[in-house]
């Protein structure tokens, strides 16, 4: 197996000249806004990087040359610069790198379709605990954790539990109730009230929360009442927009979220369940601060619960708070629904593509969901709107998408997974086509600690940068070694044009690897012999189908926690396979 290696990269980098031979080399620049940001790479820069290539068995001017050549890059025209690299031909990645979270339910359950859906696209499988008991979640995981442990390609399922939270619901109906525009209606919080033109509520304070011109929101929408007049215990309203109102329909007040405790104690309860049983994530109903967040945390760590807070952005309350909502959790979930419902509509696009853009800048996950493909649930096929919000979240940069009643109780859910990742591997390859440089986002400035040195943190954040690089430049895969999975996640940020062959020891780690962007989690134990675990993933990839003979990948050793080093280095090779 030939090999080379980028000496100055892989070479420890001492105490006293790390400041100086990283500022030269990896070319960083500051910012107008103060933050750090990669320089431009011109052509001879990536030259430079290429010709500074070590090996040991030929002259490394022709390596580069063949190098670049068999992945379908340009050929050096000259030793000292590579030229007329032409984005055209840098490899397309066949593998979707966004991720999918599919909402399981009464379509979607058993263990045909779970498999099914994992082989349609589903990367993540979500608990929606608003419906369904602790039984049959339970045999959700144990189907989902079968699958993992069946699977000899290399799939895997995380699994994530949404909280209920502080939702407002009408009370039961023994049949649906039909509401004319301009008609009387109104709701009360004696639970057990039914009438034509009156139903309960399950809130105690929801006389106190609403007033007067007020407008309630039923479904997130599809129907709409503007509140007329209350008494001690009865809001009463007129339909603005009329429908059918079915039991336990979801009530909003635009503008405006209940005063409810966003864990409630029923969450408490599903959250210990989840502990119990070892899910992956969390996804926080109606998070409004981050005091929630440690307050979850805290649980967690008491319980020796490794398992990530997602939070779930869907509260007029949370947006002046974002910042540090986004910056406690460890990601975050653009919930559309009610957070159109409690905002103006047209104010959605805007607060999606902010939260992308926070997350990202932060190198945490986020998910884009609801509605996606809505008519789905009934239609064999989506509307052309769908589809275009699906692109729109992928060029946005989320690292999920997610389906809700698509999977959960629609009639077509393997299409709609199908759907879903044919729209987003599509636009995924006309975004790798356009450029072979990083891409990135605004984030918190790299500056040197005290004493000249730089934090580990931020070493490993420009090595990122560079391996994404070079990888994009070769048109290789990235392999990378992480017990953290920090350097994965880097990787992810820069959202390399091929995927990210990730490999751990931990299963933790691989578990939680699978909601990030491009990243292909693979468990395999380390040996003592830092060459022989490099043989074995690449021996595991070629026979996984992932590459084959001949093939240039890009392998990553490098991180906070070193692996096979007495110290934090960082070390980028290129090796053919």
């Known amino acids: 197996m030939a090999a080379m290696e980028i000496g100055s990269v892989a070479a420890q980098i001492s105490a006293a000249a790390r400041t100086d031979s990283v500022s030269r080399r990896v070319g960083s620049k500051v910012a107008r806004n103060g933050s750090w940001a990669p320089p431009p790479v011109s052509q001879r820069n990536l030259a430079v990087s290429v010709r500074s290539l070590r090996t040991s068995d030929c002259d490394a001017t022709a390596q580069v040359a063949d190098l670049a050549s068999s992945n379908g890059v340009a050929k050096p025209e000259t030793s000292d610069l590579i030229q007329d690299i032409k984005f055209d031909d840098v490899v397309l990645n066949p593998r979707r790198k966004t991720k999918i979270v599919c909402t399981i339910g009464p379509s979607s359950n058993t263990r045909e379709m779970i498999w099914k859906l994992a082989e349609a696209g589903m990367n993540v499988a979500r608990l929606n605990m608003s419906h369904g008991d602790h039984k049959s979640h339970k045999k959700v995981i ?20 949404d909280t209920k939270g502080p939702e407002v619901r009408s009370g039961d109906l023994p049949e649906p109730l039909m509401l004319k525009e301009g008609q009387e209606f109104s709701f009360t919080i004696n639970r057990n009230l039914i009438s034509e033109n009156t139903i309960g509520v399950n809130y105690d304070d929801f006389v106190n929360d609403v007033e007067v011109g007020d407008i309630l929101l039923v479904d997130g929408g599809m129907m709409s009442l503007a509140v007329k007049s209350k008494t001690a215990d009865t809001v009463k309203c007129e339909v603005v927009d009329g429908g059918e109102l079915k039991s336990r329909r979801h009530l909003n007040v635009r503008g405006k979220s209940a005063t409810l405790p966003s864990i409630t104690d029923k969450d408490w309860e599903d959250i210990k369940f989840g502990v119990e049983n070892k899910v992956d994530f969390y996804a926080v109903s109606f998070v409004k601060d981050a005091e929630v967040v ?25 947006i ?28 959605v696009p805007m607060l999606q593509e902010e939260i992308i853009m926070r997350c990202r800048s932060m190198e945490k996950p986020v998910i884009v969901a609801t509605n996606m493909l809505e008519s789905m649930i009934d239609h064999p096929t989506p509307t052309r709107a769908e589809v275009s919000d699906i692109a729109i979240a992928v060029k946005e940069g989320s690292d999920a998408i997610m389906l809700s009643g698509e999977t959960a109780h629609g009639k077509y859910p393997l299409k709609a997974v199908r759907v879903m990742h044919t729209v987003a591997l599509r636009t995924e390859s006309t975004m790798s086509a356009k450029t072979t ?35 994009n430049a070769l048109g290789t895969p990235i392999i990378v070694f992480t017990q953290t999975g920090s350097m994965a996640v ?16 931990q299963e933790r780690i691989k578990q939680r690897l699978v909601l990030y962007q491009g990243v292909v989690p693979v468990q395999m134990e380390f040996s003592n012999d830092a060459e022989e675990t490099f043989s074995r993933a690449i021996e595991a990839l070629v026979n996984g189908k992932h590459i084959k003979k001949g093939d240039y990948v890009t392998l990553v050793q490098s991180g906070v926690k070193s692996i096979w080093r007495h110290e934090s280095t960082h070390h980028i090779q290129v090796r053919k396979v």
Request: aromatic share 6%.
């Open 142 to 161: 144990d189907l989902v954790k079968e699958y993992n442990a069946e699977n000899k390609e290399g799939n895997v399922i995380a699994i994530m539990l």
């Open 294 to 318: 440690h307050e979850l945390k805290d649980f967690l760590k008491g319980c020796n619960a490794d398992i990530h807070v997602l939070v779930k952005i869907e509260s007029a309350d949370a």
């Open 320 to 347: 002046p708070n974002l910042q540090s909502i986004i910056s406690a959790s460890d990601g975050a979930m653009v919930a559309r629904g009610d957070l159109g419902a409690e905002l103006p509509i047209e104010d």
């Open 437 to 471: 440089l990083p891409v990135s986002v605004p984030s918190t400035p790299v500056q040197a600690l005290g004493s000249g040195e730089f934090a580990p943190r931020e070493l490993s954040k420009m090595f990122a940068f560079h391996a994404t690089t070079m990888a």
């Open 490 to 505: 880097l990787l992810s940020h820069f959202r390399p044009s091929s995927t990210i062959f990730a490999f751990t020891d």
